[in-house]
């Protein structure tokens, strides 16, 4: 089994920063690409981040020049540097990772449980 396990949510002003990471365990053979995604309240959800395992990024319009997303592929873990912070950006976060594991040995998307991120104004 793999797991991903999301942390770094919080409560925070509106300017300000959060830094989320995700950390993929279990039977992995190879972590693929691995993004964050965000659900807010009666919203769907929507892509933030998302980047290759040799680097590449994508972001949403929306987070481009104050979002960061980076990766430690020896931990197999995804980060999310947050600044710039505004209330629109409330939402719980997801984690998202593509992993071939160990006994499958074919590609498999997984899902973190999520990390609310709550900006006041």
């Known amino acids: 089994q793999v797991q991903l396990v999301e942390s770094g949510g919080g409560l925070v002003q509106a300017g300000g920063s959060l830094r989320l990471s995700c950390s993929a365990s279990?039977?992995?053979?190879?972590?693929?690409?691995m993004g964050w995604y965000r659900e807010a309240p009666g919203k769907q959800r929507e892509l933030v981040a998302t980047?290759?395992?040799?680097?590449?990024?994508n972001y949403a319009d929306s987070v481009k020049g104050r979002f960061t997303i980076s990766r430690d592929n020896a931990k197999n873990t995804v980060y999310l540097q947050m600044n710039s912070l505004q209330p629109e950006d409330t939402a719980a976060y997801y984690c998202?990772?593509?992993?071939?594991?160990?006994?499958?040995?074919?590609?498999?998307?997984?899902w973190g449980k999520g990390t609310l991120v709550t900006v006041s104004s």
């Open positions: 998202n990772a593509h992993v071939v594991a160990t006994v499958e040995r074919y590609i498999m998307p997984y």
């Open positions: 980047i290759s395992s040799g680097g590449s990024t």
């Open positions: 279990g039977n992995i053979f190879s972590v693929n690409a």
